[in-house]
């Protein structure tokens, strides 16, 4: 669908513009599919923005969860030789306060297939089992999502999904060699370069040439875009639509290709605040954010949305995940507990309290079993 590709390239575009890496890799569909699972708690502003945000605006909320439910159910059936898998799951705090809507977490278990556990976050083991679902979600490829749950934190949503595909045109290991990369700060690099000689859809226009490299039984494929000497991928960004990408990819023509192909791994982490909030889902992260849908706690809101990815690209083909992890929560929950947990260094004082006389004063940098 249309949307997809067009909520794809603007978060694409607004990540690029907030980060400082040199290299960008994200899942749209996975940040797509976590924020659908709020969006069923969102109400007035805040579900405007969202579906807004997510391309989806027109449509009802049984059509947008029905197309939600139609992906995740047909996309990992697609091929047998290619393995997608997608997963979703919510984590609730247990507490008083915090009741959840059970209307909210039986559509998202009716269309998302969610997986939902309440928990005690204060336990240290709570963080142990969310990293545990994300690490075996993406084979491994992404274990650890978090290291604490803020006190603040009333719920977390997440989405996962798995890809690994075999080219079906694979490169020869032995093909591959030592060459020269011209990176994005004009410096030649040295990178394992892979090459292969076939029939792929091919085509090229005055900014860019395309290629398209299939995997498994050609559902599933990799999408290259090469900007032509002189031109950057920004400048086929700035100009790229979910329209002008289709009416590229119309142009493919099956034809003879030598193609020179990097070996690449990239591992990373993006906070995505910021660039919904310049998609326009704004209201969502704010305390006056409009979240009735999910529970009557007063204030509630997105505190984060986090997006950890992987990809690893090869001679045999593409292993790649994706973790969302979304954040609902409040202010302050009633007074927060203290903790004082000296297991790093730390300074201390002897001191005389009426004079206030200080008589020995430290630094412990390391102690020693004692």
Do not use: C
């Not at 797509?32 to 989806?56: C, D, H, P, W």
């Not at 000497?229 to 099956?254: E, P």
């Not at 004079?355 to 412990?364: R, W, Y």
């Amino acid at each position: 669908m249309g949307q997809d590709n067009e909520f794809s390239f603007d978060l694409l575009k607004k990540t690029i513009a907030k980060t400082t890496e040199r290299n960008v890799f994200i899942s749209p569909l996975s940040v797509s599919i976590a924020l659908g699972m709020v969006r069923n708690g969102a109400e007035g502003v805040t579900k405007t923005e969202m579906n807004s945000t997510l391309k989806m605006s027109g449509l009802t909320d049984t059509e947008i969860n029905e197309y939600y439910r139609l992906m995740q159910t047909t996309l990992p059936a697609l091929d047998p030789k290619t393995k997608l898998s997608i997963a979703n799951s919510i984590w609730i705090r247990e507490s008083n306060d915090f009741q959840v809507k059970p209307a909210f977490l039986k559509t998202n278990s009716d269309y998302f297939n969610t997986y939902i556990k309440l928990m005690d976050f204060n336990q240290k083991w709570a963080v142990d089992t969310i990293n545990g679902w994300a690490n075996r979600k993406t084979n491994g490829l992404i274990p650890e999502v978090i290291s604490t749950i803020d006190p603040t934190t009333m719920m977390l949503l997440m989405n996962a999904i798995y890809f690994k595909g075999t080219w079906v045109t694979q490169f020869d290991k032995k093909a591959t060699a030592e060459s020269n990369f011209t990176n994005d700060a004009a410096q030649i690099v040295k990178v394992n370069m892979m090459h292969a000689t076939d029939t792929f859809a091919y085509a090229e226009d005055a900014g860019a040439q395309y290629i398209d490299m299939p995997y498994g039984n050609k559902a599933f494929s990799m999408t290259v875009i090469l900007p032509e000497q002189g031109k950057t991928t920004t400048d086929i960004l700035n100009t790229m639509t979910a329209v002008s990408f289709n009416s590229a990819l119309d142009k493919l023509v099956k034809q003879k290709v030598h193609v020179y192909f990097p070996r690449f791994k990239v591992k990373q982490t993006f906070y995505l605040n910021d660039m919904l909030k310049d998609m326009g889902m704004k209201k969502a992260f704010q305390v006056s954010a409009d979240l009735d849908g999910i529970a009557t706690l007063k204030p509630l809101f997105v505190s984060f949305v986090k997006h950890d990815t992987y990809v690893e690209v090869n001679e045999e083909g593409t292993e790649a995940a994706a973790v969302t992890t979304i954040g609902v929560g409040t202010t302050s929950v009633g007074p927060p507990e203290t903790y004082f947990v000296a297991d790093r260094p730390f300074l201390f004082a002897i001191r005389e309290k009426s004079t206030g006389i200080i008589l020995f004063v430290g630094k412990m940098g390391n102690v020693e079993k004692f």
